[in-house]
């Protein structure tokens, strides 16, 4: 049960203002009386925040970083579909009541804001689509006298035009939006929808406005729009905004390839060829963009440099998802649910320890631009999305929780691989009489030194008796490739496949060349018994654990769903199907284990190489 909130998080409640009252144009101030539907602030410690031009330690994480910048993400709808942000089939909308509601998205904003948190930054999806945006924004424009300085937005600016004068009028000060392109044939190419002309309309408005600073995002992608940035450049000698070149960066669905990735340091280059005056700006404290300018231009370049040159030592970032979760590194897909803690009754004591919990486990830096996990990351449009994280949300039930087959009608037929692999650890008994059924590869076989050990008429009895069933690896081979065409017969909700190739490979291996005698394990278990150590079950782990059968299982076919689990199955009824003719020999010894899919290729949440 939540307990009740802390008397520290609370103020008396003539400094409450009544939920409903509209906030007007431009920041509003009541004193100590301001406040946002009810929140209440530590007012002594925001204070003293705000005189020191610090933050909080819940948000400092273990590398001193300070983090002041909050991205909050309203929506994960959007009027286009640009392949770098969202799969080519789509994305999974999650249900209306899962979006955090404004009360919620202004109680966490100010509870920020109270602890150090000067500029916010609204994104999507698509942030314009969402209803009621003005009066969002106004409500935390009313944060301002709490330390709020800036609040931002990025938008691909299609139906932004009309809407931005009220936009900026209640409070908005910064604007990014997305332009990949100058050429209205290739907007639709990459966007897969129409809008080249509105954008540059609402670039206009945006520039004749009274907005602090106007920004136009370009990621740039090799072979498709990189031989425009010299267009792009153009445009800054007599518009005053910046152009900021982004690196195309890796995210579920959006099919990344490093050959298509075209390094800062390359569009620089290319630029100063073109300009040789360009002048380096100095770079501000957390800029994620190194800043350019070239002599007689009215506006500037900057460089997002996310993959050939990370910024993360000086990052200050945080991003709320759209389903209220709190994400540390755009790059990470861990995540933490605040919503379900507010929706709990969590006091703002108690959201704040996981805020802190979740910005001291933030890493260091992000993984290098070939590890970046992009299998349980989201998507960059759910990023700023509403997209569950994964092991939140099931797949395979329906809206009432009930066991559902997922659809697949729509997803189109792409050619599917998978490979998995485990391994059985078996004793030294079970692995020489493997070896010896299989003569003709004996020469093969690691030799391995043998333990002191006495023959029994009772373990001659059990050899013969496991022999008596066939050779154990060609018995295993046919059940794994036997046990992945039944899968669905297996597995409730796997789909039926036809399966194109299958291939199951067996093999021993050695990991000991002296394992443990019978004596000496023995010996530990006594020791162990009286002295209370753990060394006997080292010892017998040691002892079962220096040889293995490794099962490896490829499985292939032209499909609307992926085959992994035609893999593992195949790799799981194998190493059972070697442990049920080994039962007689080291029943009591086998483990299975370390069953895992190592290699996928082939639909929308792209492909995967998993280091061994």
Not at 157 to 165: D, E, F, Q, S, V
Not at 213 to 222: H, M, T, Y
Request: aromatic share 4%.
């Amino acid at each position: 049960m939540i307990p009740p909130r802390s008397k520290a998080f609370a103020l008396p409640a003539q400094r409450t203002l009544v939920q409903g009252r509209k906030p007007t144009g431009g920041p509003v101030a009541h004193g100590l009386k301001t406040t946002v539907v009810g929140h209440a602030f530590p007012i002594p410690l925001e204070r003293q925040l705000r005189a020191k031009g610090s933050v909080s330690p819940f948000l400092v994480d273990t590398f001193k970083r300070h983090h002041d910048y909050l991205r909050i993400s309203l929506t994960e709808k959007c009027n286009l579909r640009c392949f770098y942000c969202m799969p080519a089939d789509g994305v999974e909308l999650s249900p209306k009541e899962h979006i955090l509601s404004d009360d919620e998205i202004v109680r966490l904003a100010s509870l920020f804001v109270q602890n150090g948190v000067r500029k916010i930054r609204l994104t999507g999806g698509e942030p314009t689509v969402r209803k009621g945006l003005p009066n969002l924004i106004a409500r935390l424009n009313a944060l301002r006298p709490h330390g709020l300085q800036a609040i931002g937005m990025t938008t691909n600016g299609i139906a932004l035009h009309r809407r931005l004068p009220e936009l900026v009028q209640n409070g908005l000060t910064h604007l990014n939006i997305s332009l990949d392109t100058l050429d209205p044939f290739k907007f639709e190419i990459m966007t897969r929808r129409i809008g080249h002309e509105a954008v540059l309309r609402s670039l206009e408005v945006a520039l004749a406005s009274p907005l602090q600073s106007v920004k136009v995002n370009v990621v740039v992608i090799k072979d498709l729009n990189d031989s425009e940035i010299l267009d792009f450049v153009e445009m800054t000698r007599e518009k005053a905004f910046s152009i900021r070149f982004i690196e195309f960066m890796p995210f579920t669905g959006n099919k990344w390839d490093k050959q298509k990735m075209v390094p800062s340091s390359e569009l620089l280059s290319r630029i100063a060829s073109r300009h040789p005056t360009i002048t380096k700006v100095p770079d501000e404290l957390n800029d994620t963009a190194r800043n350019y300018f070239i002599p007689g231009h009215k506006g500037s370049l900057g460089f997002i440099s996310s993959m050939s040159d990370h910024f993360c030592g000086s990052c200050n970032r945080l991003r709320l998802t759209a389903d209220g979760k709190i994400k540390v590194c755009l790059f990470d897909p861990k995540e933490i649910s605040l919503r379900d803690l507010i929706r709990g009754g969590a006091t703002d004591g108690e959201l704040l320890q996981t805020i802190g919990l979740a910005v001291h486990g933030k890493q260091e830096k992000h993984a290098g631009m070939e590890d970046i996990d992009t299998v349980t990351n989201r998507p960059m449009i759910l990023i700023g999305g509403t997209h569950d994280a994964p092991g939140s949300r099931l797949t395979h039930v329906d809206q009432s929780g009930r066991p559902a087959m997922v659809d697949v009608g729509a997803k189109p037929s792409t050619e599917r691989t998978a490979t998995a692999r485990g391994r059985i650890y078996v004793p030294k008994v079970a692995y020489d009489l493997i070896a010896q059924a299989s003569s003709t590869q004996a020469q093969e076989r690691p030799v391995i030194a043998a333990a002191p050990s006495s023959q029994s008429p009772m373990m001659d009895h059990a050899k013969a008796k496991s022999l008596g069933k066939g050779d154990v690896l060609t018995v295993a081979q046919l059940a794994a490739i036997m046990g992945c065409k039944r899968t669905s017969d297996l597995i409730p909700l796997c789909h039926p496949l036809q399966l194109s190739h299958v291939a199951v490979e067996l093999r021993l291996e050695a990991h000991s060349d002296s394992p443990p005698s019978d004596a000496e394990t023995t010996k530990a278990c006594s020791a162990g018994e009286t002295l209370g150590t753990t060394k006997s079950h080292t010892l017998i782990c040691d002892r079962r654990r220096w040889a293995s059968i490794m099962c490896l299982a490829t499985v292939k076919c032209e499909g609307k769903t992926g085959v992994e689990m035609e893999a593992l199955t195949a790799v799981s009824v194998g190493l059972l199907t070697v442990w049920d003719m080994l039962k007689a020999v080291a029943g009591k010894e086998m483990v299975i284990g370390e069953i895992f899919v190592s290699h996928k290729s082939g639909g929308k949440s792209g492909d995967f190489q998993r280091q061994c």
